[in-house]
Nanobody, 123 residues
Framework: VQLVESGGGLVQTGGSLRLSCAVS????????IGWFRQAPGKGREGVAC????????YYADFVKGRFTITSDKIKNMKFLQMNNLSPEDTADYYC?????????????????WGQGTQVTVSA
């Protein structure tokens, strides 16, 4: 199982970024895949995920209306479109595979992590 993120970078407040996660080792239908982030000095927190159980996208309250999680089943990739970014969104963002059927925004349910991609939002 391997998850490789890309797309991070430096952006100004109000800008947008699109993160990508290439998944290998299993298909998107075999496991819940989510996005998490960890800001400097803080714990890792769930950002967005799609549950294979009910095909529903879930978002943390602090990104609702700004971030969108999507999938490309043919390419076996997951994406996170991030709009209207603010300095509070500055963090390392991780793609992760979770125990299927478990709450997909909970870091403790992750069984495989990507290496992360850094997102920095300047004021």
């Amino acid at each position: 199982v391997q998850l490789v993120e890309s797309g991070g970078g430096l952006v100004q407040t109000g800008g947008s970024l699109r993160l990508s996660c290439a998944v290998s080792g299993y298909t998107l239908e075999d496991s819940d895949i989510g996005w998490f982030r960890q800001a400097p000095g803080k714990g890792r927190e769930g950002v967005a995920c799609i549950s294979t159980t009910d095909s529903t996208a879930y978002y943390a309250d602090f990104v609702k209306g700004r971030f969108t999680i999507t999938s490309d089943k043919i390419k076996n990739m997951k994406f996170l479109q991030m709009n209207n970014l603010s300095p509070e969104d500055t963090a390392d963002y991780y793609c992760a595979a979770l125990v299927r059927g478990a709450w997909c925004l909970y870091p403790n349910h992750v069984h495989s992590w990507g290496q992360g991609t850094q997102v920095t939002v300047s004021a």
